[in-house]
């Protein structure tokens, strides 16, 4: 028996010629610096701090199909008084409610942490985009404030935002905060908390998604993603799931946030 002789190799291709038009190279830029000012240096200080803090999450959805209606409704008599009616006042008011069964999660752990503050006033910081970068001022003594007056303030510190300025008052004394990044985009996003408060929420986009309803028919939902970030120190998981489901059950049926309000 003798082996086959082994077939002849395939010859190689052609290496490719090369291409005899050569773009011209481009000047390559150099490094830039630029000194970190204003906001975005107050964001240095404050991303810092947070870093002492042991985070930790939490997240649910939210059905909002009762709480647009509500909005719709309140709508024009907001308009009446000269302010704008989004969501935000109605999540910082039920927040407000909320923080009332739940004063820890409005408190601070003091400087030694051998004490919880808690703070008497729900002053609730709300995340903002401006053209000068991100920027937290808060609404002060929320639990106070009827939820046309929450708005009349998101619009005053929205319009500080934009021209003036946030004044320094705006940004001191903050208690909690929520951030909406929906407003922007994205479902879901991991909230940082800004010492020495320890809790913070973020707010994803309002997205219409099939659920199904009480029957097991499928619905269109109103969906928000809420994520939840606390300080573990002092706040813990149940806490936080009970506090959330409060707030929850607020926008939710939000007959059950009017029986709430003083
Ligand atoms: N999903 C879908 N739509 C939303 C929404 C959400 N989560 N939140 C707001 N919208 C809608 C509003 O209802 C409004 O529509 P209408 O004109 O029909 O009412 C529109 O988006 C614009 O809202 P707005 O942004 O002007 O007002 P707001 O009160 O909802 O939010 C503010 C105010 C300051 C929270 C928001 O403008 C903002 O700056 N968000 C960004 C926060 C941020 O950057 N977070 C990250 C922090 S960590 O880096």
């Known amino acids: 028996y003798a082996a086959a002789a082994p077939a002849p190799a395939a010859p190689k291709p052609a290496a490719p010629k090369p291409p005899k038009f050569q773009p011209p190279a481009l000047p390559v830029q150099g490094d830039r610096r630029e ?23 939490y997240n649910d959805e939210i059905r909002l199909n009762s709480l647009s209606e509500l909005r719709k409704a309140l709508k024009p ?17 039920a927040a407000s409610v909320a923080l009332r069964s739940y004063p820890v999660v409005n408190s601070s752990v003091s400087a030694d942490e051998k004490e919880i503050i808690y703070h008497g006033s729900h002053n609730v910081g709300v995340a903002m985009d401006t053209a000068q ?27 500080d935002g934009a021209t003036s300025g ?10 909690f905060t929520l951030s909406n990044i929906g407003a922007i985009g994205g479902t879901t ?34 969906i ?30 939000p007959a059950t946030m009017i029986a709430g309000l003083r």
């Open 35 to 57: 000194p970190i000012r204003g906001y975005a240096r107050l964001m240095v200080q404050s991303m810092n701090a947070s870093l002492s803090i042991p985070h930790f999450g």
């Open 224 to 253: 928000m993603d809420i994520s939840w970030a606390g300080d573990h120190r002092v706040v813990d998981g149940a806490t936080m799931a009970r506090f959330s489901n409060l707030w929850k059950d607020m926008l939710e049926n």
């Open 77 to 93: 008599a907001a308009e009446e008084r000269g302010v704008r009616m989004s969501y935000m006042p109605l999540f910082i008011k």
């Open 133 to 159: 970068g991100l920027v937290v001022p808060n609404i002060k003594n929320c639990q106070n404030l009827s939820v046309f007056e929450i708005a009349a303030e998101l619009n005053r510190l929205q319009h």
């Open 189 to 222: 996003m991991v909230p940082v908390i800004a010492a020495p408060q320890v809790a913070i929420g973020a707010l994803g986009k309002i997205q219409t998604l099939p659920r199904f309803g009480p029957g097991g028919e499928v619905e269109r939902a109103m």
């Open 166 to 175: 946030i004044k320094a008052e705006d940004l001191a004394g903050t208690t």
